[in-house]
């Protein structure tokens, strides 16, 4: 059994910063890529940023400049700082992993976070 806990959401004005944190627990053997979704009000959910286990990156053309994507594999965890936010930032946030258990590889998610841009 994997959990995805996040936090960090809440409600800021227009130009402020959060910071989002998702914590992977349970018998977890390693995780492969680990990242952010959002879905915003009558949206479909979007990819917003990707780390690999490499530390590789990729971000949605919307956010690059603005967030950052990071992890801390010693305490299974992905952080997304985001800057400069704009009210076209606002939606639930969701932890995704791809999290390998044993012989078992699977996709994994959280129960979403959400994040309110004021203008």
């Known amino acids: 059994q994997v959990q995805l806990v996040e936090s960090g959401g809440g409600l800021v004005q227009a130009g402020g910063s959060l910071r989002l944190s998702c914590a992977a627990s349970?018998?977890?053997?390693?995780?492969?890529?680990m990242g952010w979704y959002r879905q915003g009000p009558g949206k479909q959910r979007e990819l917003v940023a990707v780390?690999?286990?490499?530390?590789?990156?990729n971000y949605a053309d919307s956010v690059k400049g603005r967030f950052t994507i990071s992890r801390d594999d010693a305490k299974n965890t992905v952080l997304l700082q985001m800057n400069s936010l704009k009210p076209e930032d606002t939606g639930v946030y969701y932890c995704?992993?791809?999290?390998?258990?044993?012989?078992?590889?699977?996709?994994?998610w959280g129960q979403g976070t959400q994040v309110t841009v004021s203008s």
């Open positions: 349970g018998s977890i053997s390693s995780i492969n890529f």
């Open positions: 995704n992993a791809d999290i390998t258990i044993g012989w078992h590889k699977g996709d994994y």
């Open positions: 780390i690999t286990d490499g530390g590789s990156t």
